[in-house]
């Protein structure tokens, strides 16, 4: 994750938007090499084979974030036990799959900008108008076509792969962009994006994997550390924790009912000194003797009033 990198994905992100732009047609020429005109369908998309590649290669990314996860929920349960993981590799990991395949795409583009899908534009036998990847005025209500969340998911294995050991981290990079493009692919042959689709989807992942790492790893004002974000963690979950833990009385039967104060300091226990609003009340009665015997009166009684 460096600028060279950065320089990289902008120029490519200006050269394709700038082409297919001016030439749009460009998108339906190359959908239409995964289109049967014989059989007015995009044949890939009933291979099973095909379709196993498609459905693992989501689980593969989920299953690469799901270790991130996991170490966080044991640790908002257990806050007093230290992070299974490196504290910023968990939320880089699931900051970034959040944004790129679910804010970015699922959340934003997929679902107003209204690009219909190859499989449902006229050019293919479908009953919609094709519109370029820059204009969102097309006739897809929901779910549209720019861009891929698929491809999103796919194309955000940049960042684990930034994460690996340095010596290996040209090998991961190359890993993930090859898994990028393979499944990129096959939505396009599936009739489900045009090229421009996944070409966003993969470039807008990249540039949010590279700001996100700037911010965690590399940046000196923002870069965090290991012992900030477990800490941070533990108090954010330890006043759940403490509700959950709370204990009952030693010696206490289960759904015993305590009256208000039972457990204050004004409770009796044996010492001498005693709370002085209760010696206050006590003072304002004497006892005083005669013949008779010993009567109490109070010292704010009235005198002329006669005993009942």
Known sequence: MNRTGLFIALSLALVIGLVFGIYPELDLKLAALFYDPATKSFPLKLNPTAAIMRDGAMWLAWAIVLPALAALVIKLVRPEQRLRMSGRAIVFLLLTMTLSAGVFTNLGFKSYWGRPRPVVVKQFNGPEAFVPWWDPRGTCEHNCSFF????????????????????????????????????????????????????????????????????????????????????????MARPGHRVGQRKRPEGVPVGTQFAPGAFSSEVDTGSREEN??????????????????????????NPDRSEG
Request: avoid cysteine.
């Open 148 to 235: 891929s969340g698929e491809g999103a998911t796919a194309f955000w294995t940049y960042a684990p792969a930034s994460l690996t050991p340095p010596a290996w981290r040209p090998v991961a990079y190359v890993g993930a962009t090859l898994f990028g493009l393979i499944t990129s692919v096959l939505r396009m042959a599936f009739g489900g994006h045009f090229f421009t689709d996944v070409a966003a989807a993969g470039l807008v992942t990249f540039l949010l994997v590279w700001l996100v790492h700037g911010y965690i790893y590399r940046w000196p004002k923002t870069r965090l550390t290991d012992e900030q974000i477990d800490a941070a963690l533990t108090r």
């Open 276 to 301: 002085p609003s209760k010696l206050e009340s006590r003072a304002l009665f004497r006892f005083h003797r005669n013949e008779k015997g010993s009567k109490a009166t109070s010292g704010t009684a």
